[in-house]
Structure formats: structure tokens, C-alpha cells
């Protein structure tokens, strides 16, 4: 039997003022195709299926999308366990009604995990949703004293699992958690301020695979245990060389195969000129982040570039004292500036002045006097 270990999928992630929707999309197509292609029985999702446990309408119609697709239309199976940035409770909602369509939630930790069995049973599947110890203290209370950390927490849930698992089977956990010196990228926000929940790979001892989400750089953490990374480069830095992709696991053989997933439009940072860069007829349709070496990082400098390229992201550029140093400006911090803020950079840019708060006070004066004129008129 064939499985896709996938994760962190993150829908509804904001992209400046608008979403990688477009681009999610073409992931999914690509994992649709696969699936197809290799006959896949059973898509494991990792956690962090969406960015925020509060949702937006075109997260939940792509993630509505994507599971009907898999499991209706190409009658495979998806297990899916709840991230980080998750709720549980809603992502989990009707988990009872969804198992007749061969879709597979775990939102919240219990005490006793059932695995999902596939392949006429010779193959067992354990979901483990992203948790706190606190939460395990409360389902094994006879093991409170001992459990001190993530560490100690995650080794009581997986001990658990190890006692009842028949080791005949194919024993795959699926887990949402941070592994001592895994690799991580600019995009891994969540995890580089919880390294206080970090656990080693020894947790994962005696499955025959541990396919793992909540970093966004595919990687091997041993044999048996892995990182499938998130389908997109969702930040510049070392994210932007990254194969993105899928794992595909051949559970007779238990062999691993990274199958990659080119992007619809590359993640790339770009130092040079502003006529040299302006050149650039191979870079117009990727998200940037550009190093303007010769201008000030202004709003006329990135009206000025976004008219070439769309998908600008961010504009570094001299400093007003024209030192080397950069400074920076995103489309994101652009598209955000109410007419105080453009005024005060307009005399930055333009004076190198810097507004007193009286005449900025001065100035807000002057327009509200002008909305209020215009409403009279």
C-alpha cells in the first residue's frame, strides 16, 4: 500500500493584503495527480492544516474542497490531526460522521488512541494532535509526578501506544511537534519561540515511520522519523533553495520517497540597481523581496517597482543619509499607512525632516476640516 505524508498546508495565510489561495490550489493539483498516478490509499495530513484557529471563509471552502476531492472523488483516505494553529474543536466538528467518508480527524489528545487501520489491517495508524503537557498530566494522572516537560509528556503518550500496538502491523504515528535540532526556516514563527517543547527523536522509538508536521523544511530526522516540510516557501532566507513537496511511503517496503512539488511562482530575493532590476524579464512573475541598491526604500520607489512586478513583497533600500546601510519598507506595511504615516515619510524621503507632533496635529486638523467640506458639498 501507497501513503502521502503531507503538513502544514497553512490555508488562509495572509500574503500582504491578499492569500495563497492560487497557489495552495496549484499544490492540491499536484497532490491529486499523485495520488492518481500511485494509487494512494491514505494521505496523512500532519497538523496545521490551516494558519489561524480562527479561520477565514476561503481557508475553509479550500480545505472543503480538498477533502472531497481526496476522499469522495478519488475515494482515498485522509487522516488529519489538529496543529498548533488550529482549533481542534472546529476542525474535529462531526469526526464521527466523517469516518463513513474515509476522513479521518483527531482534534484533541485522549488517553486511549485507536489507530486507523488500512490495508486489510496490516497497516496501523496513530494520531497524535499538537498538545501540552498539562493536557497529558490531566489523562494520566497516576503519571503526574513524573511528567516535567514535553519531553516526559510525549515519551508517557507514545509509551502508551507501545503497549497496546500489535507489532505485526505497519505502526505509523503521526505527530505535530518539534524535534531537538530539526532545521528551521524564517516561516517557523510558532516554533522558534517554543524550543521550550522540544523533544528527541527517541520519543518515536519502535514505529516503523513517524511522519511529522509543524516545520516547514523537509528533512530526515532519522530513518524512520521525518519532516515532510509545508507545500510552499512561505518566507524568504533559506526557505527560498527549499524543495517543496510530499513524502511517498510504500508500506510493504517501508521506503521513503520525496516526491517534489514545483511552486506556481518562486520566493526569491534580488540585490541590484533600480535600472538593472527594472531590466530583470525573469523574475515578474515571483513573489520578491528586492535590495535597490542606488534609492531610498520609499513609497515612490515601491509604486514604482510594483508596476513591474506584481508579486513585490518587500523593498529594501539606502538609508536618507545614504550609508550603505539598508532600510526596508513592505507592500504589506505600505498598503497599511493612513495619511499621517505617508505624510511623515513623504518629508523623511523627501526633506529629511522629521514632523513635530504639533504640526502632525496641524495636519489631522486639516483633514478632517477637508472631510467635513466634502460632506457638505
Request: proline share 2%; aromatic share 8%; hydrophobic share 40%.
Amino acid at each position: 500500500m501507497k501513503l502521502i505524508h503531507t503538513s502544514d498546508w497553512h490555508f488562509g495565510m495572509a500574503l500582504g493584503t491578499g492569500s495563497y489561495a492560487e497557489d495552495q490550489r496549484h499544490f492540491l493539483q499536484q497532490l491529486y495527480e499523485l495520488i492518481e498516478k500511485e494509487q494512494v490509499g491514505a494521505v496523512l495530513l500532519a497538523g496545521d492544516v490551516y494558519d489561524s484557529s480562527v479561520a477565514n471563509a476561503e481557508a475553509i471552502g479550500l480545505y472543503n474542497e480538498a477533502v472531497t476531492k481526496i476522499c469522495l472523488n478519488l475515494g482515498c483516505k485522509l487522516i488529519v490531526i489538529a496543529g498548533n494553529h488550529d482549533s481542534a474543536a472546529r476542525l474535529s466538528a462531526c469526526r464521527e460522521l466523517l469516518k463513513a467518508s474515509g476522513l479521518y480527524v483527531t482534534g484533541r489528545l485522549s488517553r486511549d488512541l485507536e489507530p486507523v487501520l488500512l490495508d486489510d489491517g496490516k497497516v496501523a495508524i496513530y494520531s497524535l494532535p499538537f498538545f501540552n503537557r498539562e493536557e497529558v498530566s490531566a489523562l494520566f494522572p497516576e503519571q503526574k509526578e513524573k511528567i516535567r516537560s514535553q519531553e516526559t509528556a510525549m515519551m508517557v503518550v507514545c509509551d502508551r501506544i507501545r503497549e497496546e500496538m500489535d507489532k505485526t502491523k505497519r505502526n505509523i504515528i503521526l505527530s505535530h511537534a518539534l524535534i531537538i535540532n530539526s532545521e528551521l526556516s524564517e516561516s517557523d514563527r510558532s516554533a522558534r519561540v517554543g524550543f521550550a517543547t522540544a523533544v528527541s527523536k527517541d520519543v518515536f522509538r519502535d514505529f516503523d515511520y513517524a511522519a511529522l508536521g509543524h516545520i516547514h523544511k523537509p528533512q530526515v530526522i532519522d530513518s524512520h522519523i521525518r519532516y515532510s516540510g509545508s507545500p510552499l516557501k512561505y518566507s524568504f532566507g533559506n526557505e527560498e533553495k527549499q524543495e517543496k513537496g510530499v513524502v511517498l511511503i510504500d508500506t510493504d517496503t517501508m521506503h521513503q520517497t520525496f516526491v517534489e512539488f514545483p511552486p506556481l511562482r518562486e520566493r526569491k530575493t534580488v540585490t541590484g540597481t533600480y535600472e538593472a532590476l527594472l531590466a530583470r524579464e525573469d523574475i515578474t512573475g515571483d513573489y520578491l523581496r528586492l535590495h535597490v541598491t542606488d534609492r531610498y526604500a520609499g513609497l515612490e520607489l515601491i509604486a514604482q517597482l510594483r508596476e513591474r512586478f506584481p508579486n513585490l513583497l518587500d523593498v529594501y533600500g539606502m538609508s536618507i543619509s545614504g550609508e550603505e546601510r539598508l532600510s526596508a519598507l513592505s507592500v504589506e506595511e505600505l498598503q497599511t499607512l493612513d495619511e499621517t504615516d505617508i505624510m511623515e515619510k513623504f518629508m523623511a524621503e523627501n526633506f529629511s525632516y522629521q514632523l513635530t507632533q504639533e504640526q502632525k496635529q496641524l495636519f489631522q486638523d486639516v483633514l478632517q476640516w477637508s472631510r467635513e467640506e466634502g460632506d457638505l458639498g
